[in-house]
């Protein structure tokens, strides 16, 4: 999937963090509601303005990033 058709980055919308393109849905909140158990039709019913395919390109968005090699670790021993 092509995440770029359904996110956007701007440093005026939402402090700059990723959104649902057209909308002040962050990609983070999308992938907390899933980690915390959400399904795609929680999700759907929680934002309506949004589709399932902005949740696979949330994921698809998050397994970029996570791809890249910049990687940011809190080094647990400091907290």
């Given amino acids: ?3 770029r058709k359904h996110i956007d980055q ?3 919308v ?3 963090k990723p959104v649902i393109r057209g909308t002040r849905i962050t990609v983070e909140l999308i992938l907390e509601d899933l980690a915390e158990g959400a399904s795609e039709k929680d999700i759907l019913e929680a934002y ?3 589709k399932p395919e902005h ?3 949330a994921c698809a968005y998050a397994a970029a990033s996570l791809g ?3 990687m ?3 080094d647990v021993a400091t907290g």
Avoid: N, T, V, Y
Wanted: negative net charge; charged residues 25%; proline residues 10%.
């Fill in 1 to 3: 999937m092509d995440w």
């Fill in 48 to 50: 309506p303005h949004i």
């Fill in 10 to 12: 701007r440093p005026d």
């Fill in 55 to 57: 949740i696979r390109a």
């Fill in 72 to 74: 940011i670790f809190q």
């Fill in 68 to 70: 890249s090699e910049l």
């Fill in 14 to 16: 939402m402090l700059g």
